[in-house]
DNA sequence: GACTTCCTTTTACATTTGTTAAATAGTCAC
DNA sequence: GTGACTATTTAACAAATGTAAAAGGAAGTC
């Protein structure tokens, strides 16, 4: 596990700089998992209790709503996802998490990460700045779905790179908040 | 300050039980602000660093966009409100916060707890477990932003109590997302 | 009570988005 | 390559929402 944590670390490093105390101890938290696409990371109903980052790959958060499949977010390599709704609260969840291309990720077990946090406050200060940044980006995401066009909202998604050449556009348009008929308009509009 | 500090413990408490040290090291980064309906707490363009609770009164979190005032949040009483996409960043929000009713508040001073954090980990805990329960609600926002009909979200307001009879239609309106003329179709073809 | 101001509803029309179905394009397995 | 399957676009019509302007209501001031 050695070797493959040190991406994991770079990452954290953006966050908080922990000592090598907390950074044995976190390895011992952590697992690799690889998964092939359009694998379910993690269930329907299931009670969220691992974070994963991930090394390559896409996930998604989806779910259904009135039969159709509905995603809520994307994460790509070198970050992490996490179904806060149900991790947080440890509630079932209602959505699943699905891989869209052959990934690998490393898992991080949480029961075993809270444990951590009372014997190392630098852990709980790491993970604290990390979802801290994810609320955030939240946050600008609501405030995006609440009042700008689903033209805006596309137009900003094409300024991220990866995107548009890496997800299919069904999923690309429920993220918008629209159908994939009117994602199809808006874009041949823009030729 | 002692005493009106009982009503904002009984609040933590819900979250985590601090011990007295930690209580009376908190207790120096509060004081309590006393603030008129439609006063603004704070202002635009200004990087937020204050964490507010409120003991009475609501407040609102807007902005303007193309000219037209966007509340993105109400908060009531016995709530916390803060602008986190400014705090936790540290960056200027172009957001403002502003009070619809006569208010009693305890403002936290974030420089002073961010201080206390170190000392007390019991208090970056408490706050911490605070906002992840505010993510966990942002989260849960945006999916009914994304694909809940105006009707729908309008509905699931109208569970909440207070909201309807304490906030005017025309703020409502634009946080479900919708303008005041589509609100009120909306509610007539209720009736 | 009259006046002003703000809030809310209503009306008429334009625009956007949803729905359903069909057509086209692309991908994968064999 | 062929066939089966999936993804994407297009078309036609329905429903929802936006825009602008006017009309009612409600609340506060003098």
């Known amino acids: 596990m050695g070797s493959s944590m040190e991406e994991l670390y770079r990452y954290f490093d953006q966050f908080y700089l922990l000592n090598q105390a907390s950074r044995d101890a976190l390895e011992k938290t952590c697992s690799e998992i690889l998964i092939l696409k359009n694998e379910l990371l993690q ?21 259904y709503k009135d039969g159709r499949d509905i995603t809520e977010y994307f994460a790509f390599e070198n970050k992490i996802v996490a179904r806060v709704e149900s991790l947080f609260p440890g509630q079932p ?16 077990h949480v029961p075993g990460l809270y444990q951590l946090y009372d014997t190392f406050p630098q852990i709980e200060r790491l993970f604290r700045l990390i979802f801290e940044a994810g609320y955030v980006e939240t946050v600008n995401r609501m405030e995006s779905l609440q009042f700008h066009t689903a033209e ?18 069904k999923h690309i348009a429920y993220y918008l908040g629209i159908t994939q008929v009117s994602l199809s308009r808006i874009r041949s509009a823009l030729k």
């Not at 269930?43 to 779910?63: E, L, M, Q, V």
């Not at 969840?93 to 991080?108: G, T």
């Not at 900003?156 to 890496?166: A, E, G, W, Y």
């Open 152 to 169: 805006e909202r596309y137009l900003d998604l094409l300024k991220k790179p990866n995107i548009i050449q890496r997800i299919p556009l």
């Open 43 to 63: 269930p329907f109903g299931h009670t969220c209790k691992t974070i994963y980052y991930i090394k390559s790959g896409i996930a998604r958060i989806f779910y």
């Open 93 to 108: 969840s209602k959505k699943a998490i699905q891989m869209l291309e052959d990934s690998h990720l490393i898992a991080i």
